[in-house]
């Protein structure tokens, strides 16, 4: 089944203790994303990749790191969590050449809580 | 820059009336436009895509958007609502010509009474 995995599903952490959010999609897609869901403001993306190695800051960067290594992978790292960074993440990914008009496919999500 | 704008943060109808979500967007060139809903604790899924091709378009469980570019909207109806549709529902634009990047309303919850 074609998907996208974020693990963990929840998370409850400490201000200040780095964590990481894992995302890996089986379609071959070159374009991986992450998103964070805030309440009143939608969707806002953190950082994107084309794809292996080539990765690029999105609106809301700040706090956050990626690394995109091999292409089914793209994880989130939050280096010194912080309380502001308490939200719903989401990844996502897409095929680079329009074929399927730049729909995205979506992970599950993953509910940070910092506390 | 691109923009969508999602008038009404909830919407409440009764089950079998008519759902009207409305959805507004700026964009400088031709929109890729979408729909999602997100089910409570589950990520997001297409309903339907615009994509220039028909400016009405069919999307899953019986929703349908029509793209309107006069008045740059871009509004989800159903004609009947289940108590199965209760969820979030967020409009999106592809965020420009050589972008890839998606640019999502603020999201409307649709509430339905038996």
């Known amino acids: 089944e074609a998907q996208v995995t974020q693990n963990p599903r929840y998370l409850i952490t400490v201000t200040g203790k780095k964590l990481t959010v894992t995302c890996s999609q089986n379609m071959n897609h070159e374009y991986m994303s992450w998103y964070r869901q805030d309440p009143g403001l939608g969707l806002r993306q953190i950082y994107y990749?084309?794809?292996?190695?080539?990765?690029d800051k999105g609106d809301v960067p700040e706090g956050y790191k990626v690394s995109r290594k091999e292409k089914r992978n793209f994880p989130l790292i939050l280096e010194s969590p912080s309380p502001n960074q308490t939200s719903l993440y989401f990844c996502?990914?897409?095929?680079?050449?329009?074929?399927?008009?730049?729909?995205?496919?979506f992970g599950p999500g993953t509910r940070l809580t910092v506390t | 820059a691109q923009s969508v704008t999602q008038l009404g943060s909830h919407v409440s109808v009764s089950e079998g009336a008519l759902v009207l979500l409305r959805c507004n967007y700026s964009?400088?060139?031709?929109?890729?436009l979408f729909w999602y809903v997100q089910y409570p604790n589950q990520g997001l899924q297409l309903l339907l895509k615009?994509?220039?091709?028909?400016?009405l378009v069919k999307g899953i469980n019986g929703f349908e958007a029509e793209f309107k570019k006069s008045e740059t909207s871009f509004h989800l109806t159903k004609p009947s609502a289940h108590m199965s549709d209760a969820a979030e529902y967020f409009c999106a634009v592809r965020a420009g010509d050589s972008s890839y990047k998606l640019i999502f309303g603020s999201g409307t919850r649709l509430l339905v009474r038996p």
């Open positions: 990749s084309m794809n292996v190695e080539v990765t």
């Open positions: 996502a990914s897409s095929p680079l050449d329009g074929s399927n008009s730049y729909e995205q496919y």
């Open positions: 964009s400088s060139v031709p929109p890729y």
């Open positions: 615009y994509t220039s091709a028909a400016t």
